[in-house]
């Protein structure tokens, strides 16, 4: 049985943890606030957006832009979303778990003739490939510091940039979904190139007046698209973060409250023996002093 000391030194250091934990997640509510707000307002328009693109770029299919060329995958760019800290449960985990299966189930041969890449957006993505034996782009993992859509278009342009010119055949990103306070999920989505309407879909779009043109709304209308997808990505993936910090950091607290009961449980156990063998031993002097 552990002594008085001992028993008392691990209270003291758990109630110091929960003391944290219900900071971190009062901290975390706050942010994810903000986050969900962000999230919520961008949401609709950036899914309209993408109806809007994708119904006009099906809509000119005589012209082979270079935004929905189908070329043989033979080069392919991975975005992973991931969080700059951790303590927020197994938010980052699946995300690089499901990088990696991606990797070696989906484009095994690609990857096995080195032709796979990873572009890491967060610290713990950045860190966690760092460490493998992926080939990765590392100039954009800070996007969260100061996070803006300033920020998110530098990432935009490369990525258009890349595919543009052909370094890489086929784009696609990594993330977690805002659903709610508990609930994350993981989205694998193709950035480039642009995901053709379904048949079912084309037939429901709306007749468009262009002005000027078709071709020049398309134009202007590419980069925004896709600008506006990257970003919508990056802050779902920041308000489930905070989503999942809260709720790790609720479930650490309520632990420590757990710990502490069995720990104050201990410490009366051991207190209570203590007395008894202090009082077993003078009984047992007194005795002594008797017969003596």
């Not at 028993?7 to 944290?20: A, C, L």
């Amino acid at each position: 049985m552990p002594s008085l000391k001992e028993v008392k030194s691990r209270i003291t250091s758990v109630i110091s943890t929960q003391q944290i934990t219900k900071a971190m997640k009062m901290v975390a509510a706050a942010k994810l606030r903000k986050s969900q707000d962000r999230i919520t307002q961008m949401r609709p328009y950036a899914q309209k957006l993408s109806y809007l693109f994708q119904s006009l770029s099906a809509a000119d299919q005589d012209t082979q832009a270079w935004y929905n060329q189908q070329r043989e995958e033979n080069k392919v760019l991975i975005v992973v979303i991931s969080s700059d800290r951790g303590l927020c449960g197994a938010f980052n985990s699946t995300i690089m778990k499901a990088a990696m299966r991606l990797v070696n189930e989906k484009y095994a041969s690609q990857q096995a003739q080195g032709n796979v890449a990873i572009l890491p957006l967060g610290k713990k993505a950045f860190e966690f490939f760092g460490k493998k034996s992926y080939a990765t782009v590392n100039d954009y993992w800070n996007v969260f510091h100061g996070l803006s859509f300033d920020n998110v278009t530098v990432v935009g342009d490369y990525l258009m940039r890349t595919f543009q010119s052909g370094q890489y055949d086929k784009i696609e990103i990594v993330y977690n979904e805002f659903k709610n306070v508990a609930t994350q999920i993981l989205r694998t989505e193709q950035f480039l190139p642009v995901v053709q309407l379904k048949t079912s879909d084309k037939a429901e779009q709306s007749d468009y007046i262009y002005q000027p043109n078709q071709a020049e709304i398309i134009i202007g209308l590419v980069p925004k698209s896709l600008k506006i997808q990257l970003y919508k990505a990056i802050l779902d993936s920041n308000a489930a973060e905070n989503g999942a910090r809260m709720t790790a950091m609720d479930k650490a607290t309520e632990n420590a409250g757990e710990l502490l009961k069995d720990l104050k449980l201990t410490y009366n156990r051991t207190r209570q023996a203590a007395i008894t063998k202090e009082i077993l031993e003078i009984v047992a002097g007194a005795e002594a002093l008797k017969s003596a």
